[in-house]
């Protein structure tokens, strides 16, 4: 069966520091991924999607960055954390872009 | 393109009512439609789904939705809720030819003793 692991669970890390979050992916081959971004109170936020390795879509132009070195693995980066960047990160992966997505355990990430 | 309304950022039911979460969306294309669940802090887990056969789909934890195409909607009922229920509710719609799922903001349900 799939699973999908993401890590750090929590991180707390100060403003314009850089930021990793892995996102790994069991159980499948060539998956559709995407990060997603949870701020308190309010809905999911699409960041960034991936159809295969080295492509990349974005969604909304930040201060963050993916990277999809392997199959199936996909990075969240930043160089320099603002406080907006905190919130829940969440990974999802899908066997086709139009069907259902399931989701990692997520990132709670708070920049102070 | 498609979109998701969901009528209601908090509704509050009492143990053994009835649970009725709404959405609407809007696709230009025959839509696929899921309903997803969030405890607090953790990721989504998939409710159920509808890709375009029986309008009436059942999903786990006793929650079921039905595919109105006249109405555009895609409702999530449970008969009778229980205090597990208790969690934040996403629709989503996609379709063919779509890279990606498109969610609403989501449903903060309460249950009440």
């Known amino acids: 069966s799939q699973t999908i692991h993401q890590w750090p669970a929590t991180l707390v890390q100060p403003v314009g520091s850089p930021l990793s979050l892995e996102c790994t992916v069991e159980?499948?081959?060539?998956?559709?991924l995407y990060w997603y971004r949870q701020a308190a109170g309010r809905g999911l936020q699409l960041l960034f999607y991936?159809?295969?390795?080295?492509?990349i879509s974005s969604e909304v132009p930040q201060n963050l960055s993916a990277s999809r070195p392997q199959d199936r693995q996909f990075i969240l980066s930043s160089k320099k954390l603002l406080l907006s960047d905190s919130g829940f990160y969440l990974c999802?992966?899908?066997?086709?872009?139009?069907?259902?997505?399931?989701f990692g355990p997520g990132t709670r990430l708070t920049v102070t | 393109a498609q979109s998701v309304t969901q009528l209601g950022s908090h509704v509050s039911v009492s143990e053994g009512a009835l649970v009725l979460l709404r959405c609407n969306y809007s696709s230009s294309v025959p839509p696929y439609l899921f309903w997803y669940v969030q405890y607090p802090n953790q990721g989504l887990q998939l409710l159920l789904k509808?890709?375009?056969?029986?309008?009436l789909v059942k999903g786990i934890n006793g929650f079921e939705a039905e595919f109105k195409k006249s109405e555009t909607s895609f409702h999530l009922t449970k008969p009778s809720a229980h205090m597990s229920d208790a969690a934040e509710y996403f629709c989503a719609v996609s379709g063919e030819g779509a890279q990606k799922l498109v969610f609403g903001q989501g449903t903060r349900l309460t249950i009440n003793p």
């Open positions: 999802a992966w899908s066997n086709r872009p139009n069907y259902e997505q399931y």
């Open positions: 991936s159809v295969g390795i080295g492509q």
């Open positions: 159980g499948t081959s060539n998956p559709n």
């Open positions: 509808y890709t375009s056969a029986a309008t």
